[in-house]
């Protein structure tokens, strides 16, 4: 239970969608963003970056889609939980070529139910790593209106992987049409050199979203030092939380576009 203390601030709900329920946390007032967490889980640094959603007035929503809501990150927890990911086939596509992960269709249904609580020109939602390029595919769902793919990881696996993201031709599609309809844009976060959000995967978003795309694509030497990992998590354990570093302006961008972009 330890764990769950930097949750505390937090009401926790469980919120059911065809067939699955997962436990989702909620704090703050103000439109809605979703923080779709990274792996290995729901970690605190994920939570600190929650937070400061909520601080900037908006009502921020974190479900919990594996590990254990407020575990550390350490190395063989992250290992074990992306083993269990991949393996849990029915909810997770890491293929190039599969589409989007089914759970997304979860997490549109969330945006939803969050814009008709919340109000608010719309729902923004990000997501990280392994669920990075989730909050592109989600923009089916007319209610999302501030899509930030941080570290987009998918796919991981398959023939053309580095140049796939992990959405439909059908949901690419409807991204674009929303994107000059409504105005809108995505943002793009990575670590150049990233071997697991490789630069050819940036290329086809910006072949295909056009000018709509802002990639915010930091230097390694950027990243904070003395992770014991490679570059990667922007918005989490390897931002640099210092007034005027690179990763600390690329956090506080995303925050003002969820502002800008909900109405908060």
Sequence with gaps: MADRDALAAYERFEFTDGPWTREVFRRGEGPAVIVIHEMPGLHPLVIRFADRVAAAGMTVFLPSLFGQPGKPVSVPYALGTMSAAICI????HVWAGAGSSPIVAW???LARKAHAECGGKGVGAVGMCFTGGFA???MTEPAVVAPVLSQ????????????AVDA???E???AKRRLDAEDLSVIGLRFKG???VPEERFETLKRELGDRFEAIELEAVDALAGTGLAPHSVLTIHLDDREGTPTKAAEQRVI??????TGA
Excluded: H, W
């Design 89 to 92: 086939r029915r909810e997770f």
């Design 107 to 109: 997490l549109r249904a």
């Design 136 to 138: 592109l595919a989600m």
């Design 152 to 163: 987009p990881s998918q796919p991981i696996l398959g023939r053309g992987k580095d140049a």
């Design 168 to 170: 439909t031709p059908a």
């Design 172 to 174: 690419i599609a409807c």
């Design 194 to 196: 990233d071997g697991f």
């Design 256 to 261: 003002s576009f969820f502002k800008q972009r």
